[in-house]
């Protein structure tokens, strides 16, 4: 008991299980399986966020391409279910049964030799995490070793989320193009389509978020997060002490990709698409938005940030459908000038400290001893006649 309470201490896990308690248990039975599926899409977007807090707060490393290894994670897992969906006897119809249908429309004979890794499950699941690690692994080698970095490297984030979206756009016989891929309906016979799937899947989403902000944290607290944090502030003094500041921004790049990967496979399981426009430059700074109104140094806040501003589009683009892009400028713009470390930095600076005081105050007044009682006159003693005062011998004869 002891030691669960020492690493719930260490690790700062309070605010992680009532995260949990929230995912797990409140909404589940709070929320009809619409609007939990659609808790469970906007939780894939809190991967990229939770990896953006490892790369960018504590990293020093901003990104403005996330969504494009939000995507080839998505595409890795929809590229499976799509050659599931895609068996000779579903595509009897087309000239070439057996291939997905925007193949046969692209007039593809046989199946590109890029698909065919993703007929293994195994091998696609490995394939969402490895392939945006490899990807990010080649960008940060090539720009952190040059010690390219600050506003320079946002840029080249977002022209490679650029390249990415025109370069599937573009090969829409390998792709789908700008319609994605579509009809994404079993996994391995499995109906992911039914109110239990979508519930089994939430869960698997909600269990998989908690894995990755768990291991970020060790991350934080080990000697490898203080590095990093040294080297967000003074990276020229911990260049200089004998560390190689270049490979531990690699790592962290790489790092915050694999979570991405994660997020965006469990997006395509979960709302049964992949399309281009989940990777472009918009999706990726929508992506930095959820980090930054959560707090760039919170893996739980930055949960929240995702979950808050994913509901509040649903919520203004249902209501207010001419609006609902200035009420979502005007949320994001209020929030941050209002608390520059987000809703995290709202709590740790001011709900905090002021719900501390407020406990110390009544701890003092409970332990404040109380006024001495003031004993009231015995009726007895109240009853009994007075004695007459004595006069001085001098005044009374006087008066006699």
């Known amino acids: 008991m002891n030691f669960i309470k020492a690493s719930i201490q260490r690790y700062q896990l309070g605010s992680l299980l009532l995260l949990v308690l929230l995912l797990a248990v409140v909404l589940p039975l709070s929320l009809d399986i619409f609007r939990l599926n659609l808790v469970g899409k906007y939780l894939t977007y809190a991967f990229v966020a939770v990896g953006l807090v490892m790369v960018w707060g504590y990293g020093g490393v901003l990104s403005l391409g996330q969504g494009v290894f939000f995507g080839i994670g998505g595409y890795a897992m929809a590229m499976f279910l799509k050659l599931e969906a895609s068996d000779p006897v579903s595509t009897k119809i087309q000239t070439t049964p057996g291939i997905p249908d925007f193949m046969d429309w692209n007039q593809i004979t046989e199946l590109p ?153 469990m997006f395509a399981l979960q709302v049964g698409f992949m399309s281009p426009s989940f990777v472009g430059i918009v999706p990726s700074i929508e992506m930095v938005i959820f980090c930054a109104v959560g707090g760039r140094m919170s893996l739980v806040g930055a949960v929240y940030g995702a979950l808050l501003v994913n509901a509040g589009k649903t919520l203004f683009s249902e209501s207010f459908p001419d609006l609902w892009l200035f009420l979502m400028a005007a949320l994001f713009i209020g929030v941050t000038m209002a608390f520059p470390m987000g809703l995290a930095g709202l709590w740790e600076d001011t709900i905090k400290p002021w719900w501390a005081s407020r406990r110390q105050a009544l701890r003092d007044a409970a332990a404040k001893p109380p006024p001495a009682a003031v004993s009231a006159p015995s009726p007895t003693a109240a009853a009994a006649p007075q004695a007459e005062p004595t006069l001085p011998e001098g005044i009374g004869r006087q008066r006699a």
Not at 118 to 143: D, E, Q, R, T
Not at 226 to 241: C, I, N, Q
Request: charged content about 15%; hydrophobic content about 50%; proline content about 2%.
């Open 113 to 265: 030799a890029l698909w065919l890794p993703f007929k293994s499950l195994p091998l696609s699941l490995a394939l969402v995490v490895l392939a945006p690690m490899a990807l990010a692994w080649l960008i940060s080698f090539a720009m952190f070793k040059r010690r390219v970095g600050g506003v320079y490297f946002a840029i080249i984030t977002q022209a490679v989320a650029l390249i990415c979206t025109v370069l599937i756009i573009g090969q829409q016989g390998y792709t789908g193009g700008v319609n994605g891929m579509t009809d994404l309906k079993t996994l391995l016979g499995w109906d992911t389509r039914t109110d239990s799937a979508k519930y089994i899947l939430y869960y698997v989403c909600v269990g998989l978020l908690v894995l990755s902000i768990l291991l970020c944290r060790w991350i934080q607290t080990s000697k490898l997060g203080t590095l990093l944090l040294a080297m967000r502030d003074k990276e020229d003094r911990v260049r200089f002490s004998g560390y190689d500041v270049s490979n531990f921004k690699v790592f962290t790049f790489c790092l915050a990709a694999g979570l991405s990967g994660i997020g965006g496979a």
